[in-house]
T-cell receptor
Framework: ETGVTQTPRHLVMGMTNKKSLKCEQH?????MYWYKQSAKKPLELMFV???????ENNSVPSRFSPECPNSSHLFLHLHTLQPEDSALYLC??????????????FGEGSRLTVL | SQKIEQNSEALNIQEGKTATLTCNYT??????LQWYRQDPGRGPVFLLL?????KEKRKERLKVTFDTTLKQSLFHITASQPADSATYLC??????????FGSGTRLSIRP
């Protein structure tokens, strides 16, 4: 148990559906991340939020829409996805700022399958 | 473009031996480097961090080296055990936010 909770753990959706992934942390961290992990590929950084402000968008297609209403919660809204978007989506949090080398605390991931 | 290579996709060694994993990077000047462990179906778990001005770090049976001239980090597990079998990821950080990962090395320790 890392203190970062992701729901749902598994999601199957059609290409025309709209769904959301949720991430929650109560570790007092101020930065939250979305990564995508596909088979045999490195973790791909998608989005970073620091103090609820988006500080990184790694050229992610607009069919992925993040939302960070507060420092404890992060969402990834999904719409009109493609089969190649099927992957494990990992949320992570850390303490950011002040000589910043803080480790990432990851959730267990949401396994997404797009049909 | 920035690139991180963990040059062995898989590594198999005998229990009790030292496992050595390699992480190389190009077009990047990291302020620090981290190593994570990932078990199947789980999120990565942080193991060790080493800063750009440090040469070596140790934690129990783990040792990490960092050579910014060679742009390389070595990760060692001494007296390896079957429970050490997992995928090990290296990650580089430079800015306050951005942390990028290699594709990992799947380590198997046979009894």
């Amino acid at each position: 148990e890392t203190g970062v909770t992701q729901t749902p753990r598994h999601l199957v959706m059609g290409m025309t559906n709209k769904k959301s992934l949720k991430c929650e942390q109560h570790l007092g961290h101020n930065a939250m991340y979305w990564y995508k992990q596909s088979a045999k590929k490195p973790l791909e950084l998608m989005f970073v939020y620091n103090f609820k402000e988006q500080t990184e968008n790694n050229s992610v297609p607009s069919r992925f829409s993040p939302e960070c209403p507060n420092s404890s919660h992060l969402f990834l809204h999904l719409h009109t996805l493609q089969p190649e978007d099927s992957a494990l989506y990992l949320c992570a949090s850390r303490i950011s700022g002040g000589g910043d080398t803080g480790e990432l605390f990851f959730g267990e991931g949401s396994r997404l399958t797009v049909l | 473009s920035q690139k991180i290579e963990q040059n062995s996709e898989a590594l198999n060694i005998q229990e009790g031996k030292t496992a050595t994993l390699t992480c190389n990077y190009t077009n990047y000047s990291p302020a620090y480097l981290q190593w994570y462990r990932q078990d199947p179906g789980r999120g990565p778990v942080f193991l060790l961090l080493i800063r750009e001005n440090e040469k070596e770090k140790r934690k129990e049976r783990l040792k990490v080296t960092f050579d910014t001239t060679l742009k390389q980090s070595l990760f060692h597990i001494t007296a390896s055990q079957p429970a050490d079998s997992a995928t090990y990821l290296c990650a580089l950080g430079s800015s306050a936010s951005k942390i990028i990962f290699g594709s990992g090395t799947r380590l198997s320790i046979r009894p």
